[in-house]
């Protein structure tokens, strides 16, 4: 099944990441936990600065791109970044990969972190796709 935009592929995410996805909270008590995934883009680059990230979280950023078939038809490339970012020491970085190439197989990791980088474990992999457009 195609994604059809970034909004179409974080709601995908969140089934699929349910198990190991981690919250968003802040200090407010009657505030509910939200899911750890977000959708970057031009007016929201980052959560809001009062939530507090606990466990894995998933950050997905969306980028295009235009090129040329043979047959001189446009082609839009849709490319979707997603990093997963552990936030404390569960180590479920790898597991959410494999559940996420389980359901969309069109994932390829492009940059793997083990180490620490401010002490969080993190994986980036991409998600690509092309519609010729006539």
């Known amino acids: 099944m195609p994604i059809v935009n970034g909004r179409d592929l974080v709601s995908r995410l969140t089934s699929i990441l349910a198990s190991v996805l981690g919250t ?70 790898i597991e959410a990969y494999q559940l996420i190439l389980t359901r969309i197989p069109d994932a390829r990791r492009s940059e793997l972190s083990l180490a620490d980088r401010d002490t969080k474990e993190e994986l980036v992999f991409t998600i690509s796709q092309s519609k010729i457009i006539n």
Do not use: M
């Not at 505030?31 to 959560?47: E, F, M, Q």
């Not at 950050?59 to 404390?88: M, P, W």
């Open 24 to 93: 968003y909270s802040t200090k407010l008590p009657t505030d509910p936990p939200l899911p750890a995934i977000w959708l970057v883009s031009d007016t929201r680059i980052d959560p809001p600065s009062n939530y507090i990230t606990q466990g894995l979280e998933c950050l997905v950023y969306q980028g295009y791109g235009f090129g040329q078939t043979i047959c001189n038809n446009a082609v839009l490339h849709e490319s979707f970044k997603v990093r997963l970012i552990q936030h404390d020491r569960s180590k479920q970085t």
